[in-house]
């Protein structure tokens, strides 16, 4: 079993900045695809970034393109979504994913997810 933790929501306002931090268990992190989603209430929770384990490949919704940057440090088993430009419609719960394609960890893991909130 992999374990998610996410850090680093909190109250901004736009314009602000904010890094979420997800900090993985597991021996084998630097094999995990990572992701962030988020759900606005009322929502479906939808798809914000993504890295692949291998070559480090990045993709963005349209919609945080060019304002949000995802990273990961393997060494510490993290991953990051720094956000900068914030908007009141970024506000929603954000949620770390990680896919694990083969391996005993096989599988995909959900965080509990950490509360963004931007002030018009």
């Known amino acids: 079993q992999v374990q998610l933790v996410e850090s680093g929501g909190g109250l901004g306002q736009a314009g602000d900045s904010l890094r979420l931090s997800c900090a993985a268990s597991?021996?084998?992190?630097?094999?995990?695809?990572m992701a962030w989603y988020r759900q606005a209430p009322g929502k479906e929770r939808e798809f914000v970034a993504s890295?692949?384990?291998?070559?480090?490949?990045?993709y963005y919704a349209d919609s945080v393109k060019g304002r949000f940057t995802i990273s990961r440090d393997n060494a510490k088993n993290t991953v990051y979504l720094q956000m900068n430009s914030l908007k009141p419609e970024d506000t929603a719960i954000y949620y770390c994913?990680?896919?694990?394609?083969?391996?005993?960890?096989?599988?995909?893991?959900w965080g509990q997810g950490t509360q963004v909130t931007v002030a018009s």
């Open positions: 597991g021996r084998t992190f630097s094999r995990y695809n």
């Open positions: 890295i692949s384990w291998s070559a480090g490949r990045t």
């Open positions: 994913n990680a896919r694990i394609n083969s391996g005993p960890d096989l599988g995909d893991y």
